[in-house]
């Protein structure tokens, strides 16, 4: 059995960005996930925006670390080389009530030590965001607020973190943990995979309560509260240049307007109490309200730009903040209940989570070895975007791959494709979130089949057992062969 002084469970931006801190000493470190590969949790299915800070009251944990980890972002994207931009956020008022809630968020980031803040009239607010609405009459801006492809960050994160020695399980749930007599933890997966930590450092979203109750702690319990968001096409990529929010209600951050990194929008997200851990359907009712909210804030937006659709679970703990650190039972720590703005304060969750371990007597020695830079893909859309193209054909020469299109709507090259899987993606969605196959406009109908070739010929896998995101979600049902309907 494989003896480790800390694992992690869970592969979403809580445990990778743990993960990734706890790469740089001389410890040995694993992360087990229950997927097929990482951020297929809640860290996939969010709004991508590194919040400024003003939301939440002082006194709140996820109020400090959400500062703290906006703080993180530009070093990080310096290391780890994924997108990241600083575009800023603009809460909007409507009425004489609504700018006395600005008054009062703006007290409240002050408050909170949030550089920046600004109430602005309408004139400098045409200026920023001519596209906004006639009828608003004030806003609050904070310019620090920034947005991520939270799934690109998260897997740089991983990369990052493997590649400085954490060893990563993925396709293993864990099943059970045991408390060993001399103190170490045995942890157990339902497909046979046994392994020893000295610490567990829970980080399982939406199931931290049920890893928490295998240790034999009750003390609280995750609610699921679902959002669901839409994606603009990117031909109305020019209608917001920053991230647009209504007032805020008392469960949510309100329905937003965000420009997303890749120059898309999205709007959402909803924010419903539900029942169930696993219902991540999208409503008629849902996008009514998401677009209602929308059109108010931006008439020029149109529900036929809408291009897809998804929703995702925010892990609501007992209490309604972060659950970060020490239990009942000793070497078992809590990352849980982890919900927004839990992408913005990951840095500072994972520098928390080894300060914690250290008061626990887990010794860290920095790595000479270690290295904090990963190295990005080569996109072919980037230097599109910029004309950059004598710098393309300069870094991608001897490689053809980085010539042949596999997605025309993204400009996604075969090279991009094959670089995913060398870096551990083996299904259509983890190829999709690496490189944004099948994400533009026609949503897959020209690559999908295209990216399965290149996986069946890359990682050895049957076509036919190529799945979508992991066992049960295999996409070509029948064998294959001569006269099968594709050929
Ligand atoms: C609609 C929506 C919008 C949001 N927008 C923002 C935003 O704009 N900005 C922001 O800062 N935050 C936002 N958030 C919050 C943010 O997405 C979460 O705080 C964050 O993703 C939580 O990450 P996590 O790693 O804790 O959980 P997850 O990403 O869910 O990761 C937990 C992992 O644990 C694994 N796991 C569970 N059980 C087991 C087991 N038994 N064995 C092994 N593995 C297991 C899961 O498969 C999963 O991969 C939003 C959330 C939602 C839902």
Not at 137 to 148: C, D, M, R, S
Not at 242 to 250: A, E, G, H, M, N
Not at 311 to 340: C, E, H, Y
Request: hydrophobic share 40%; aromatic share 8%.
């Amino acid at each position: 059995m494989k003896h480790f002084d800390v694992i992690i469970i869970g592969a979403g931006v809580t445990g990778a960005a743990i993960a990734r801190q706890l790469s740089r000493y001389s410890i040995k470190t694993a992360i087990i996930e229950k997927e097929t590969d990482v951020s297929f949790g809640t860290s996939k299915a969010n709004s991508g925006i590194i919040h400024a800070g003003f939301h939440s009251p002082p006194g709140m944990l996820k109020t400090e670390l959400c500062i703290k980890g906006n703080r993180s972002f530009d070093i990080l994207k310096e290391e780890l080389g994924f997108s990241f931009e600083r575009r800023g956020e603009l809460v909007v008022a409507f009425n004489d009530e609504e700018l006395q809630i600005l008054k009062n968020l703006y007290a409240q980031g002050i408050k909170n030590r949030v550089h920046y803040l600004e109430l602005i009239g309408t004139a400098r607010l045409r200026e920023m965001e001519p596209n906004l609405s006639e009828d608003i009459i004030g806003a609050l801006y904070a310019p620090t607020a920034g947005i991520v492809e939270p799934y690109e960050y998260c897997f740089s994160l991983i990369e990052n973190a493997r590649q400085n020695g954490v060893a990563m399980f993925v396709n293993e749930k864990v099943a059970v943990i045991a408390k060993q007599l001399f103190g170490n933890f045995v942890i157990e997966t339902d497909s046979g995979l046994k392994v020893s930590a000295r610490f567990i450092v829970n980080a399982a979203g939406l199931h931290a309560d049920e890893i928490a109750s295998l240790a034999g702690i009750t003390s609280f319990a995750i609610t699921p509260r679902k959002g669901e968001e839409y994606l603009l096409d990117r031909r109305v990529g020019n209608l917001v240049t920053r991230i647009i929010f209504p007032v805020p209600t008392k469960d949510s951050k309100g329905m937003l307007v965000i420009p997303t990194v890749e120059g898309t929008v999205m709007v959402g997200p909803t924010a419903e109490n539900i029942n169930e851990k696993d219902n991540f359907s999208t409503t008629r009712e849902g996008l009514r309200c998401v677009f209602e909210n929308a059109k108010k804030m931006i008439p020029g937006i149109r529900l036929h730009d809408v291009i897809t659709s998804f929703s995702g679970l925010r892990p609501v703990a007992t209490g309604d903040d972060f659950i970060i650190g020490t239990t009942s039972v000793q070497g078992f720590i809590n990352a849980a209940g982890i919900q927004s703005p839990g992408l913005t304060a990951s840095p500072a969750i994972a520098q928390h989570v080894e300060d914690i371990l250290v008061k626990e007597g887990l010794s860290l020695k920095v790595k000479s070895s270690w290295n904090p830079k990963r190295t990005p893909f080569i996109k072919l859309r980037h230097s599109i975007a910029t004309r950059d193209y004598a710098g393309y054909i300069k870094n991608t020469a001897g490689n053809p791959g980085y010539n042949k299109l596999v997605c025309r709507c993204e400009n996604i090259t075969e090279a991009e494709v094959t670089e995913a899987v060398s870096r551990g993606h083996t299904t259509l969605d983890g190829i999709k979130f690496a490189t944004r196959a099948g994400m533009g406009r026609c949503q897959g109908s020209f690559c999908t089949y295209r990216v399965l070739k290149l996986l069946e010929q890359q990682t050895g896998i049957p076509i036919e057992k190529i799945t979508k995101k992991g066992g049960g979600s295999e996409i070509i049902k029948f064998p294959m062969g001569k006269g099968a309907p594709h050929e």
